[in-house]
């Protein structure tokens, strides 16, 4: 796809779509769950918010499914966060709490670790449910991005399975097959398994299909189906069958500010298809939405019939400057009469659409409600020593980096790394040494508790507004030589990000701060804080652990440079020794994350 970050440049990147799921017989004609005839979204209404997905959980796949105790189920892309494609499970469609990671061995896709170019990673995912075979397949693409569209090894298309969504161990490793694409769709139908993706566009722009068997990965020969309606980049496909009529939904016009959505149907599942007349059927492309770049929709029907679409969205405005937690998931009712195109509603931030299920938080699964908040005081681990579902890190871990501290800490190793690393787009395979969590609020307090002794140059402890390891804003507590030549620690905020970022900024820990008696040596029980009191800003601050009234704000920063791409900020706490010869260890004791508003229009 193409975008433009930052109002700045223009740039060609690619990313994958969103499909939804369907039983894997398809009902006839009459079976189909619709609304009646003469139905309309306002007729009987339910009032909602988006994004019901806030943060980075761009190109959302869901499904319904009845015999999962009426559960909604939606992946998400991941690129090179892990574990990753994150699974969300709802009962009532505005409740969404996360049960599990299709992604979450290192064995399930070794290649992960070696992606060079922080877009890439896993793109799109689509989730599907085969009903006789009681398996889910979620299907994805492995992107090198840094390869050009026409290399054949930029495209590792993939798909895993699963008999127990809940379980992590029960996700296969990845089974491949080839094209030149991204964006695979599954449709099931007469015991037939159909493949859709888009191909390459800067190659051969256009939707192609086949057939495939996932018991073994081999696919048919691939037959060109859909061109779109001369918009950029058409991608995103999947397919639906309703009153006789395969549908077939795509995005177009690049993951920006033109993102839309398009329709064409066809009485056979190959084409040809014929384009809906009313393209597109839904974007927010040249009004002044906080609410842009709608795009890679998706349809699914809920236990009443009621149809409704799940897109990504970035809450930016038509400025298109500050939008650091970038393609979200949002909700949108659809209403789609027997016969006839289906009518998208606008997507706002306040939502009126059909009548909701009662609401119901009674799901399975260990993680958290995603509006949810963090407050972990002295217990990062449970009984069997996993860390809370919900934290995240850039590429595979390295176990020793983030382990059991004393009093059920979190100990943090520091890597060699920084947040940088070798180049802004590989890490190696040290990786680094950043444990994080999403921002999914666009007000919000993030702190961390450290306690730290060091004494080697270049040592460092600190939080990040991490986007990419291109895109971040830390701050760090760095063991640097004072105006004396002494080694001390000091505060120091920098950035790094696409666009001009303001000068470092370094200044000493007061002495007073510091606990060692020794020159040279840093003893530090620190908090420090990454606070967003606005849309446009990030104050950093630090302060002693025990005297929360001496806290500092070190730097006021704009969310500019982390407002970009594919992904969206986590915060963190990272530890590093920049490249020297320091292996300090530090524990964090006290977590939180305290969300304090959401802004929508």
Not at 194 to 222: C, E, M, N, R
Request: hydrophobic fraction near 35%.
């Amino acid at each position: 796809m193409v975008f433009l970050p930052l109002g700045l440049t223009i740039l060609s990147y690619l990313v994958g779509s969103c499909v939804l799921g369907q039983l894997d017989a398809p009902p006839s004609e009459s079976e189909w769950l619709s609304p009646p005839p003469e139905a309309s979204v306002t007729s009987r209404n339910t009032t909602y918010y988006n994004p019901i997905l806030p943060g980075f959980y761009p190109d959302p796949s869901c499904i319904f499914l009845p015999s999962y105790d009426n559960t909604f189920f939606c992946v998400s892309s991941s690129f090179n966060a892990i574990p990753g494609i994150p699974i969300h499970a709802s009962k009532d469609l505005r409740n969404w709490k996360l049960v599990g990671h299709v992604l979450n061995r290192k064995e399930q896709l070794p290649r992960l670790a070696e992606t060079n170019r922080s877009t890439s990673g896993i793109w799109a995912a689509t989730l599907r449910y085969h009903e006789k075979k009681k398996t889910f397949y979620v299907i994805t693409t492995l992107v090198n991005d840094h390869l050009p569209q026409s290399d054949s090894s930029r495209w590792d298309n993939i798909f895993f399975q699963s008999k127990d969504l809940y379980s992590p161990t029960a996700w296969s490793e990845a089974t491949h097959f080839t094209f030149e694409g991204y964006d695979p769709d599954l449709y099931f139908e007469g015991g037939k398994m159909y493949l859709t993706a888009a191909h390459a566009w800067q190659v051969d722009p256009g939707i192609y299909q086949t057939q495939i068997d996932l018991d073994t990965g081999k696919i048919g020969d691939w037959k060109l189906i859909w061109e779109g309606t001369g918009g950029m980049a058409p991608e995103g496909p999947h397919i639906y069958k309703k009153d006789g009529w395969y549908y077939l939904l795509a995005a177009e016009g690049g993951t920006g500010l033109q993102h839309m959505v398009t329709i064409a149907r066809s009485k056979n599942i190959d084409g040809p298809f014929e384009s809906n007349p009313a393209n597109p059927v839904l974007t927010n492309a040249n009004t002044t939405s906080y609410f842009q770049t709608i795009g890679h929709a998706d349809l699914f029907q809920d236990g009443s019939g009621n149809w409704w679409s799940v897109a990504l969205s970035t809450r930016a405005g038509p400025q298109y400057l500050n939008f650091p937690m970038v393609r979200e998931t949002v909700l949108t009712p659809v209403t789609w009469k027997r016969g006839q195109w289906p009518i998208f509603s606008k997507v706002e931030g306040t939502m009126s659409g059909w009548a909701m299920p009662r609401e119901d938080r009674s799901i399975r699964g260990a993680g958290q409600f995603v509006d949810d908040g963090d407050e972990i005081y002295l217990s990062f681990f449970d009984s069997n020593g996993n860390l809370p579902a919900h934290f995240t890190y850039w590429r595979y871990p390295i176990a020793d980096y983030f382990t059991r501290g004393t009093g059920n800490t979190l100990r943090l190793r520091p890597s060699s790394n920084n947040l940088t690393a070798l180049n802004g787009n590989y890490a190696g395979p040290t990786g680094i040494a950043l444990i994080s969590r999403r921002q999914s609020h666009t007000l919000f307090t993030y702190s961390v508790d450290v306690e730290w002794e060091a004494s080697k140059q270049g040592e460092e402890i600190g939080v990040s507004a991490f986007l990419t390891q291109n895109h971040h804003i830390d701050l760090g507590v760095v063991m640097l030589p004072d105006s004396g030549g002494k080694l001390a620690p000091h505060f120091r905020y920098r950035g790094a990000s696409y666009i001009p970022m303001p000068e470092p900024i370094v200044t000493p820990v007061p002495a007073e701060w510091n606990l060692s008696s020794e020159d040279s040596k840093a003893k530090l029980k620190l908090r420090l804080e990454i606070k967003a009191s606005n849309m446009t800003h990030y104050a950093f601050s630090a302060g002693p652990v025990s005297s929360e009234s001496l806290t500092k704000t070190i730097a006021v920063i704009s969310n500019e440079g982390v407002s970009w791409g594919f992904t969206g900020v986590l915060l963190g706490v990272y530890s590093t020794s920049n490249g020297g010869e320091g292996n300090s260890e530090a524990y964090v004791s006290r977590w939180r994350y305290l969300p304090q508003g959401q802004y929508r229009d």
